[in-house]
């Protein structure tokens, strides 16, 4: 029997299966439904940007009047993280980091806590979003499965296996090209019903699709393996059945959740709560030393006095001092976050679940990483500010109404493209989980032969 | 009958093991969870005591300064988090409390993450809600489905058993088993909790949950047994309980959320502050400007007092001002909290509708309010905190009014300390009865779900009893 004559028996088992066609609807629905939540998550986020960018205006109407009366004032900047061109695909990470902050130059570097709380329902934050991601990393291996569960092991329940076994037919080859036909009928179609939805969504992005579909395929590639994996060993198809759905749970629920668990135990994050009260205690500690210090040695009043008033210096000198002293806290509790994070990253390659769930986040631009770059550059950009207020308090030369609309503005700089670099680690780990387990069914398939 | 299904269910050892390894799953999962409630609890003592030593020692300054450091108050440890962590994971652990404005809780575990934190929420009362009933299907479905199981069915009731006595047996011997994964569940838990100083009150809470948790899996049991003897083929049976498994346990609990969502908006964080802000500033009306309403108090002071000048009053119109502040602000910021409180309410009430489709909807806010790890029992700390933070800062605010500064200076000074001493931070905890009868909703769902299985499993025994 040839690859083409298997193949087409099993494209035609599958078209005739009514299970198809109600899986694939299955999948659309749910898909659809994702995507609408991506979509109102993107809408959401906009609408609170655009609120945050009002009140920035608002603040600037209200100096517009005074500028005269207020030298050395400068409007407070509210830099904001815009969602990716295909944030509709996965929420990932968004939620838990910060995407909006205060830039003020004479205020401290915690620029980030004032705009960052997420006050959205914890009842329904606990559930999980429901997006995209979600369906690919959860429900798509399940639809999967349900197609290709009983791969082999329907054949030997029905006593078709002994038949087709008295043919000089090469067990390896046979349940390779069953696995695949069987399985492309169900993720090709699965795999565009994805990508249609997405594009319908917003992620409308052509290099985003086209790694989406890569991650899509090569996740499915994997479920597929397994199937066959499972094959290898059951002898009925309810067996099959229960192999399939402890594979699925172990895979994608309690070994990432039990990883998760251990490196929360192992390497436990750092506490912001000691940080957050460290912070403050040192923080007013300087502030009360630099205070007497100013008691002690007040500016003197100069003549004829400047135009921005000395106060505005003396206050900028030591909130840039206090920063200073600050730094070394604020850098080794980033350091702990950061080392944590990369644990949490590394451990990725090992789950084929959570790879997928990264290369999604960062196609979609919700992960982590896009996340910390918005706040090194609003970061930047604070410094940006410092380094101008301090060149006109040095030139005594007060903001004018006609500069106040040239300030320098905050614009997010994109890293990486849909192909960066992490995504590709992503696609390599499942392509390695696949042929390890592709190899360990080649090694196995002498399990298959018997009927 | 019980004791016969119970017997080849134990024969069944692929079924033994992979309960064994959910439970030394669960197990794991607790060690860690206690681990982790160590720590934390460690932590935030730690944290009380160090911002109580920092309130103390400010020494003698303006009392509104103080106002200004405030100080955080941290959340407290709930030892059943170790069987249910529930929202934790999403909730702050803390509240940074100060003048002028009621900070929402921060330091959410969930914050600064990375794609693996998207799996959490592995724990023992997960893998009762979710993998236990597919372990119930997993040793259920084929008690009475397939050629062999028909074929039994048929000889037993040749024998001259009752079709009532076959499916009853058959579920007696499924509940028996699940409850006794239960009591292993609660009891692989229980060191955790009792590491956690647990009270009598939680230990009673647990076995309160323990008891929802039976009634859900006596549904699941009654359910694959209804099935088992409703599909003749053990594979129409199988497809059709993790069908109705991946919908109740995986499907509804996350599509519901999302819709109660999309019924009732939650205000996002900006939007929500920029109203709070404009209210303060001008009224619930928009057009009652503060400083209007604050002059309107000083000119009532000024005719009370018969004097022409703020100067001139007995009292310190800095310390009335800063009160009238205070009260202002707290009253709005409790409006909109209510507000937003009702929303959450709303999509809750939206969720609990899910739940014809699902009984683990009921049953995860009836474990996770016992453990108290929803947002009822964050909502009990959060406004003691805010109780407290009113209190404290309206305790300074007096003080700055009935002192006026010395001549020449421009504030009064207090000892912070002896100033705040009686104002101590006072968590209320609802009582358990509470508790109970906030549930009762659930409960009765839960309810229902059982007794809509077991008649589910009465119309089996009726077909069955045609087969013979």
Redesign the interface.
Known sequence: MSALGISGYELRRMVRDPALPVLLVLLLV?ST?AAR?GA?WVE??E??IA??E??ERAAVALLRPRIDQLPGATPRSQPVLPPGSMAALSI??AD??PF?ASVHALADSQIF?R????????????????DLA?VVV??LP?VLLAATYDLWSRERERGIAAMVLSQPVAIGPLIAVKGLSRGLTVLLPAAAIIMAVAAWAGATSPAGLAALGLIVLAYGGFWLAAAVMINLFARR??EA??GA??IW?AVV??A??????????AA??P????F??AL??RD?AIRERQRLHRVAHPTTDRTPPPRIPDRMRDLYADRVAADGELAPLIDAQQRA?DAR?HL??L??FL?P???V??AL?RIAGS??DRALAFQRQALEFQAERRRWTKQRMDLDAPLTLAELDLLPRFQFRERGSAFQSSVLADLAALLVATLLILAAARALRGRAATP | MAATQLKLMWRERRLFWLALAVLLLAGASVATSAGRLSAQSRERLAVAEEEARLWDSQGVIDPHDAAHTGRAVPAPVRPLAAFDPGLSDFLGSSVFIEAHAQNPARHRPIEAGAALSRFSGFSAAWALQAVAPLLVILAGFATMSGEVARDRLRHELGAGASAAALVGGRLIALAAAAGLLTLAMIGVSLPAILLQDAALIEMMALAVMAGGHVLYLVAFCALTVAASGLFASARTALVTLLAFWAVATLLVPRIAPAVAEALEPTPSAPAFRAAVLEEVENGVSGHDPADARLDAVKAGLLALYEVGDVADLPINFRGVSLEFGEKNSTETYNRHFQRLYAVYRRQEAALRTFAVLSPTVALQPWSRAFARTDFGAHLDYVRGVEDYRYRLIQTLNLEVKMNKPPPGERYHLADIASLTRSVVFAPHQQRLVDVAVAQLPNLAILVAWAAFALCLAGVSALRIERLS
């Open positions: 749910l439904v939540n109102d959401q986020r609408a609170a609120v945050i009002a009140e990932g990470q838990a980091y909006a806590s705009l960052s709380t997420d006050i959205g329902n914890p009842t329904l934050r606990a559930a999980g979003r429901f979600f959860f429900l399940l198809s309810t059945a229960i759905g402890t749970l629920v309690m990432p959740a039990l990883t998760l668990a251990g490196l929360e135990l436990p994050p506490s912001e709560m000691r957050a009260t403050k205690t007013a976050r994070r949490l990253d451990a990725r789950l679940s959570v790879a769930q990264d986040d992960d982590a």
